[in-house]
């Protein structure tokens, strides 16, 4: 096990030669056991890059580093515990003592987080749950007002008769890693899948199985000559560590004014945070160089600046992002370039061998899923923050993060092109208004109540709508429509969305009922 060990870290760390690489990965496929210890090794890397930065940020005077590494060499004595400056070679070799500082330091985050006025666990990422949108601290926090309360409980309550949170939703994509499943037959068989969903309860599993690129079969298309660069953006997804960087990267020297690869790349840079803390900052410049060429290719889009002011809070500098996230409220829309993103996915799929009808199909039906899952957690690490901050007291710094991530909520809603967009921003708000709510309930705010209250009851309107929309979306699947209907429709999906899907004339005209004699 420890062999195995070693050679998952060099896994997660990019540095085995492509058959080691290969080998592994099998292993990986192959062995639940063997999947399970790379989760869970990806898990203590990443908690104890974030818990040592948010124990710096939130606790001010304590040296968790050095509490940490005191507890290691305790821990692991007679070993010698060498500086996280060193080579990443002796940090395997000491995989234990890291393992005991993986645990020292939950505790440690435990005391530091865990006091009357802490926020509880929130905004994580998890193999079983997805991104979890945080709530905001509940303890020594005064009952809400009657009117907010109220206003908040009708919402919850619709949001509920829309279908899963933004973390139900997300778990179908945290759960699959290729497709295992044999490939669609044919269109009817993409729509039977879908069918279920509604009818049967089932989840969409199956369809974003099919959705995902086998990773041999996306290393062959990123590796081919000729490979259209909007296709290396899709199979990079199937990728990780390096190797998604290093195709991402060549996309981006291949599409000058293309925003989404870069999007993807900074995405890259930051969704799996490196051990070294050397290599994370350059890793985060990174990002924010890519978020940087955004903002210039795309001026409009507010989405970039909210990601910048996630890295500049990683980083600690939340001065740079208060300013980001006033450069953001300026814009009136926020996009992560979903339809962009679809249209290749069909195009990768194509190329893996599936029909281009069933492709386009796939991609159409679950095209918005995996920009949900980003925009929750990108909304989730940010409230995380401002929670923090209300539990330093720091209300002032609290309430631009609140408000800035509700600001991000509705832009995301305004520039949605498909259903899943508009969730992700019915959710990121609703969290958000909460956050404020406990706030302004807390400083004694009755302007800032009053504001929340009616922000509240306008979501629960939007609310309402999507779901008005989503049950005919439902209704239009069970119809006994021919395949070329559905050609139809998947195109008009890939092209222009399906938030307005029945008002395309074709659309329309098809699903009118028919004329009593």
């Not at 939703?169 to 879908?194: C, F, M, Y």
């Not at 279920?196 to 690129?213: F, I, N, P, Q």
């Amino acid at each position: 096990m420890d062999k195995l060990r070693e050679e998952l870290i060099a896994y997660i760390e990019g540095e085995l030669a492509p058959e080691a690489r290969s080998r592994v990965e099998r292993e990986i496929e192959n062995s639940p056991e063997v999947h399970a210890e790379l989760e869970w090794l990806r898990a203590a890397y990443a908690d104890l890059e974030a818990i040592e930065h948010k124990a710096r940020i939130h606790a001010g005077s304590i040296d968790i580093v050095d509490g940490v590494m005191c507890a290691v060499k305790k821990a692991t004595a007679p070993v010698e515990v060498v500086s996280f400056e060193k080579a990443r070679s002796a940090k395997r070799a000491l995989w234990p003592a890291l393992a005991a500082a993986a645990a020292v330091m939950a505790a440690i985050g435990y005391l530091v987080f865990s006091g009357p006025d802490a926020p509880a666990t929130n905004g994580t990422t998890n193999g079983t749950t997805g991104p979890q949108l945080a709530a905001p601290p509940k303890s020594n926090v005064p009952e809400l007002p009657t009117s907010l309360a109220n206003s908040r409980d009708a919402l919850e309550k619709k949001r509920k008769e829309l279908g899963p949170d933004a973390d139900e939703i997300a778990k179908p994509l945290v759960l699959t890693q290729g497709p295992n499943l044999q490939l669609p037959g044919g269109v009817d068989e993409v729509i039977a899948a879908r069918r279920d969903a509604t009818t049967k309860g089932a989840s969409v599993d199956k369809l974003l199985e099919w959705a995902r690129l086998d990773r041999e079969f996306a290393r062959k298309l990123v590796d081919a000559p000729d490979a259209d660069p909007d296709v290396l953006v899709a199979a990079s997804e199937s990728l990780a560590g390096e190797e998604r960087r290093r195709v991402l990267l060549t996309a981006v020297g291949k599409l000058e004014d293309d925003p989404n690869s870069r999007m993807q790349l900074a995405r890259a840079y930051v969704d799996e945070p490196a051990a070294d803390p050397r290599t994370a900052e350059e890793h985060q410049a990174q990002a924010l160089t890519q978020l940087s060429d955004v903002k210039s290719i795309d001026p409009e889009n507010a989405l970039p600046y909210y990601f910048e002011a996630k890295v500049q809070l990683d980083e600690g500098d939340t001065e740079a992002a208060l300013l980001s996230l006033q450069s953001a409220s300026g814009l009136s829309e926020a996009s992560a370039y979903s339809l962009k993103s679809a249209l290749a996915q069909a195009e990768a799929l194509e190329a893996s061998g599936m029909e281009a009808d069933v492709a386009r199909m796939v991609a159409a039906l679950t095209a918005g899923v995996d920009e949900n899952n980003f925009l929750c957690q990108l909304a989730a690490d940010l409230l995380e923050y401002a929670q923090g901050f209300l539990s330093a007291n720091d209300t002032a710094t609290a309430e631009a993060i609140y408000n800035g991530v509700e600001q991000l909520g509705r832009q995301v809603e305004a520039g949605a092109d498909l259903s899943q967009e508009q969730l992700a921003g019915v959710d990121i708000q609703r969290h958000a208004l909460e956050g404020l709510g406990q706030l302004y309930t807390t400083v004694e705010s009755a302007d800032g109540v009053a504001s929340v209250t009616e922000a509240t009851n306008a979501l629960t309107v939007d609310v309402i709508e999507l779901a008005e929309f989503l049950t005919a979306l439902d209704e239009l699947f069970l119809k006994p429509m021919t395949t070329e209907f559905w050609n139809l429709l998947s195109g008009i999906v890939l092209v222009s969305g399906d938030i307005f899907l029945f008002e395309n004339p074709e659309i329309a005209s098809a699903t009118a009922p028919a004329a009593t004699p």
